[in-house]
């Protein structure tokens, strides 16, 4: 292996916060210097094209593929990625199976300054909101079928300021996004899972690499934490089960719990009329067996007979 090390990364201000975070830890488990990590800013077309949802130009691949062929050629070492970002479907000669611990996996509600919420519930009457997510549009619906989703895209800093500037009554963001770049909105609630349930990987940082690059995978092995790696494994398999991808409005979430794993999957319709949601718990292992339990939970889901919205 020759130094150094060329980690890429999207250039927005989160993503480099979080390749930094992934050098710091390569840093205090390897004894290296500073001058053996190189952090590689890539600008991708799903940063470039902000005005469009993403469905409509391709998917969350918008975000990887210029990272993910700069890889491939040896051009970079290893990338960090949101996992939440990454397609479902690995890509061929690539691997992404090391994962930090995960942050906070939930979502938040941020009001304009013009507003006083507490809640979803508490909107106002055919209020606006902002948010380029199915799975977000789909269970505000399901909440609130009265309310307006206003498509936002752009970073975290974009979005907040879109809210400032008028037009929306809230938006929807990642608390994990929210945190690592250490912004605390004023007029904001945290939503729990059960009312919000997150995108399967939401909240954690995936590293990729070279399947044949086992120098740099053990590097990376001392950065994994077993337990977010499992949990990710559990939800991935629920979409796997389910054939999803960006556009599937569906909210996945595992978590350790009293020695047992604990699994909500939730599929919705695109306008928020049909809900599935299936609970499933199991002693795990192994990945093995962490992606059985997600897959059983999916098909347990598809044979259920959706709800109908009041």
Known sequence: MTFPLRIGSRASRLALLQAETVARGLLHAHGLGKSDIRLEPISTKGDNIKEKPLWEMGGKGLFTENIESQLLRGDLDLAVHSLKDMPTKPTDGLRSD??????DARDMLIVSPKSD????KTLKPAGCIGTCAPRRMAQLSWMRPDLKMVSLRGNVE???SKLESGGMDAIVLACAGLERLGI???NAVTLPVDEMLPAAGQGVIAIQYRESDDRVRELLT???HQETGLCVAIEKGFLEALNGSCVTPAGAYARARNERFHFTGRLLSLDGTELREVYEEADITGIDDAVAL????GEALLRQRPQRRA
């Open 98 to 103: 090391i994962m930090l611990e995960r942050g």
């Open 117 to 120: 919420v507490g809640s979803i």
């Open 158 to 160: 974009t979005r907040l």
């Open 184 to 186: 605390e909105p004023g």
């Open 222 to 224: 001392s950065l994994h």
């Open 294 to 297: 997600g897959r059983r939970a």
